[in-house]
């Protein structure tokens, strides 16, 4: 079965970090790209970042561009999410993402992770 | 606001058919960049409903279809049933200047009278 299982999120004080995981199991990891979703509480999607099969290109949304790092361990089947100089408005629920096609511009997210939430508050 | 636009919510009766608008611009829909669909049910993560415009990964029900035009696209829902109570959400990408990526419209919640 085709699985991805987010972990890391909590709460966080403003300016701090945290790294999200993603766990996959049930697919070919190295063969696809991957992606990290958003989701404030009440509020719609959010694209944050996506990153190539093998890991050698990486992009990233303006709003957390220069603060957060997409990396992935195809020798361990998973993504991570480096996240630094949190703010309140970076408070969600993070869904990691598999990406169904070769070219992300095309992409279409076809399995999605359970989500962690991650708080950012004092 | 949101680089796609979708209407904030829409309505229908078991049985009926009610769609759900995606509008964008020259650097995304326009542009001819692919249109997806996700539905997320409450409390639970999006699933792909559409892919490619048009296309229903294996499992989704061919109530569901999806289509584009311009710089527009459209989920239809037919034979609506309560299980479809749920929100939905087109995506593509967006190829402009200020910062080219993957762009989600706002979403829109199905309600099933």
């Known amino acids: 079965e085709v699985q991805l299982l987010e972990s890391g999120g909590g709460l966080v004080q403003p300016g701090g970090s945290l790294r999200l995981s993603c766990a996959a199991s049930g697919f070919t990891f190295s063969s696809y790209a991957m992606s990290w979703v958003r989701q404030a509480p009440g509020k719609g999607l959010e694209w944050v970042s996506a990153i190539s099969g093998s890991g050698g290109s990486t992009y990233y949304a303006d709003s957390v561009k220069g603060r957060f790092t997409i990396s992935r361990d195809n020798s361990k089947n998973t993504l991570y999410l480096q996240m630094n100089s949190l703010r309140a408005e970076d408070t969600a629920v993070y869904y990691c993402?598999?990406?169904?096609?070769?070219?992300?511009?095309?992409?279409?997210?076809?399995?999605w992770g359970q989500g962690t939430m991650v708080t950012v508050s004092s | 606001q949101s680089v796609l636009t979708q209407p904030p919510s829409v309505s229908g009766a078991p049985g009926q058919r009610v769609t759900i608008s995606c509008t964008g611009s020259s650097s995304n829909i326009g542009a001819g960049y692919d249109v997806h669909w996700y539905q997320q049910l409450p409390g639970t993560a999006p699933k792909l409903l559409i892919y490619?415009?048009?296309n229903r990964p294996s499992g989704v029900p061919d109530r569901f279809s999806g289509s584009k035009s311009g710089t527009s696209a459209s989920l239809a829902i037919t034979g609506l049933q309560a299980e479809d109570e749920a929100d939905y959400y087109c995506?593509?990408?967006?190829?402009?200047?200020?910062?080219?990526?993957?762009?989600f419209g706002g979403g829109t919640k199905l309600t099933v009278l």
């Open positions: 995506q593509s990408y967006d190829s402009s200047l200020s910062g080219p990526g993957v762009v």
């Open positions: 490619g415009n048009s």
């Open positions: 993402a598999k990406i169904k096609d070769p070219n992300i511009a095309a992409a279409a997210f076809d399995i």
